[in-house]
């Protein structure tokens, strides 16, 4: 057993995290910054914490991700990183040539007091960011929230950093689609164009940390949000954000500086949380569901209702991040499965309610905790065996351990490809989670059947 | 079909100009400095071990990942608490391969485990000391470790929490050994600051802690060496059949017990030599024991260490013992050298990894007649690059002077010379050499590109001008490399293969490496269309 010393008896801890379930703002903010066009993420702080961030990615997404770090020494640490980053911006410029750098702080430079406000307003007034080129920040120390928090402030620092309002509205939508996988960012883009609805989807990762093999590597491919189209997210009807956590405050922010009026829905993962957003971009957009939107729906109910019998009453434990984990239950739900325990790293009371409430609806209270860690999700199963396991590549321990089928969702998966490319939202995404789902469930009734039992249709 | 490279043969000089041509000037002067050619009359300097400038892509990681990640990461049965924000310990959680065989399905193995004290902003504004404190007991609580360690990140010396005074008390507290690192990742200018960090409190607190004479003939230690892909488990097997007794290894597969008990073997072998020739060095100075470099990548380089070893002991018994087992091993190995050989011979390849690894696997790569057109380091110092007879004459700057340098003297009790003066006398006269590194560069051809700190930029427009047949680097460098149609080999994490040391790892790498040579998959870059595009319809209906 991997995973040995792991009790079943769980005593409360209040100072120690084992085996956490999120990691730090920065490598969110580095994904969103990947998303923008021709941008370079920047990491102002030591370079440990930019090399750790990368290789996360990277990792993950199979794919190179670039970003630059301010390389802070111990001198910096005491007297600030202004000089550091200053010169920063003008050796990117000069040497990598990005349109925009997208800079976020670390840990050190949080706690040492830089402003980057101030600091990009000195580079701004050297002369350090060449006629057209842009920097956009954001405030992302790590001893507050998760992950998710960084991405969230990222992507707001843009928009509160490149929006502009012309006065003249661009009959478009905004779409703010949460830290999800580029090959979700390609679906959701790809649904809201079938329902004809115009949008600015912002970040857009798709294409960028999916690319191809072409002999040729760009380190800015011709993909993500142009700036063009970030500013004008100032002038759209509406924003859509999908997803509290990762998504809300910069919809909010459009909302309060350009009167650009939000929405904020939960990511559409399964069907209802789909079907709430293709009902909402209609409305918005004020057009209607084409049938070819129907038919992808009909196809996941249809998928749905032949397999009910071996997702039914099926316990399940969840780890990962509050927006997916949110939608992922509602969907569990929807297919008759009962998610029993769920866990997210990342802090938000409303988030243990809102599992509680989709929960209740079935008549039961699982285990969920926000600000929790895989090391009580492990003695949560101990303590009630499940089914199924769904979290990042980590669980892979707990599934060894506690011979569990086990489908790999959220982030990191560091050792299964396919993420990157295939979707999990939209209709064809809930096929494609469905069809992963019961593919394990049925991979382990095969394992186990005894010999007289074994059946050759399912 | 393949998409025949072209082979620009493009002289070093004019590479190096290519490389620093973009840069602004300041930049470029500084570069200039940390790109060297070998075999140019009266130059055989480089910089290295300095800052790495800002806003440039690095490949290079911090203190904390080279204390925590690289030294104290392999070891199996201490509880490593990572003191800081959740990032650092997350990131350094399983990320660096380091395997371990625990003896039992019961011992303990904490490595599947990240312990971190998750700092938020109530511990950062009125200092993290209690919740550190807390989350000791809590571990000692759940877990009942021999020993626990605390690792320092960025803000936790910002806002002045002392890990050490915490370590005490908890020591006092719960009876094992505590002992912390100051290894914040901003200090020094890579990982090399964590590893100096890491050897100097493991030195301090806990090699010397046992005394107990573990049984063998010829007990050395294998220093530097982190078992990935499995390495120390080749090097064990090795070891083992030749009747030489491994005391410990600093770290691959290691545990607490190896280094308490470090202090007893006859002789320290350095694979590793940036990362761990300080413990190196310190145990002479205390304890007596010598130390040798070694280097178990490559067959050769295997046999030529365990002979060196074997001639260090003077024992005919081992002597000859080590000549069996090079005998018995090395068949293998040369039928597939044999087989891979004409696939690989005249191949290049470029390695940038590492204080050690971009010199030490040239090893194979010569084994297979392939050509190293470009090396370098990520924190490697001078000494690493041209040898240790550099050490006197290398600058101390600002941001080495900022770590600790121990004085160590004699143990009164324990020191013991392993060699009498007519025995050294001896082992001089054969030419035997003790602490002796050459370093990377005297080895390479001449008119070889040698970069120190290599950054994206750089690695980008070398593979562009010189077109390799395979780049050796992390997985930071592996997909912009792999774009360009240019097989990349991680040398950190082996691409999760291995093992390559010893004999058997020879194998696994010639095996390796002859099939990412020699693989279609590159082949498939252009599309039929793209081959023939003047096609037309009619002229296909005809
Ligand atoms: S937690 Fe802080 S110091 Fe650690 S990697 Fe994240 S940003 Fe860097
Ligand atoms: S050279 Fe090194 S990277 Fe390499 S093993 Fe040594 S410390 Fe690690």
Redesign the interface.
Known sequence: MLLRHTPTEIKERTALNINPAKTCQPVGAMYAGLGIQGCLPHSHGSQGCCAYHRSALTRHYKEPVSAATSSFTEGASVFGGQANLVQAIENIFTVYEPDVIAVHTTCLSETIGDDLNQIVDKAQKEGKIPAGKNVVFASTPSYVGSHVTGFSNMVKGTVTGLAESTGKKNHKVNIIPGWVEPSDMEEIKRLTAMVGVPFIMLPDTSGVLNGPMTGKYEMFPKAGTPVADIKSTGDSMGTLALGEWCSADAARALDSKFKVPCRVLDMPIGLKATDRFVDTLRIVGGTSVPESVMFERGQLLDMMADYHQYFFDKKVALVGDPDQLIALTEFLLTLDMKPMHIVTGTPGKKFEDRIKELCAEKGYEPNVRAKGDMFLLHQWIKNEPVDLLMGNTYCKYIARDEDLPFVRFGFPILDRPGHQYFPSVGYKGGMRLAEKIVGQLLDRKDRDAPEETFELVL | MA?EKKKKVMNADAVKEELLK???PK?ARKRAKQIHITGEEGNSEIMANV???????????????GCKGVILGPTRDIVN?TH????????????RRNQTKAPS??S???M??????????E??IFGGEK?????C???Y???KPGAMAIFA???V???GDDVHAVARKMKEKLGINVFAFSCE??????QSAGHHIANNQIFTHVVGEKDVEIPGEYKINVLGEYNIGGDAFEIERILEKCGITMVSTFSGNSTYDQFATAHTADLNTVMCHRSINYVAEMMETKYGIPWIKINFIGAEATAKSLRKIAQYFGDKKLIDRVEEVIAEEMPAVTAVQDEVFPHTKGKTAMLFVGGSRAHHYQELFNEMGMKTLSAGYEFGHRDDYEGRHVIPDIKVD??SR?IEELEIEQDPTRFKPRKTEAELAKLAEEGFGFKEYEGMMPEMDSQSIVIDDLN??EA?KLVELMKPDIFCA???E????????VPMKQLHSYDYGGPYAGFKGAINFYQDIKRMVTSKVWSG??APWEENPELSATYVWE
Do not use: H
């Open positions: 998409v973009k840069y602004p930049v800052r790495t400038i800002p806003g440039i892509i690095t490949m290079r990681g911090c203190t904390y990942a608490i800081g924000p959740i990032g650092c310990g997350f990131y350094s959680w399983l990320t399905a019961t303990d193995n904490f599947p485990y990240a312990f971190s004290t998750d700092m938020q902003d511990d950062i919740k550190l404190e807390q989350a007991l809590e571990a609580e759940i877990f990140t960025c803000p010396g910002l806002i990742g901003y200090k020094g200018v890579s600002a941001d900022n994206q930029y980008d992390g997985i930071k592996k997909f912009s490399i792999q774009k360009m149609g870059m252009k």
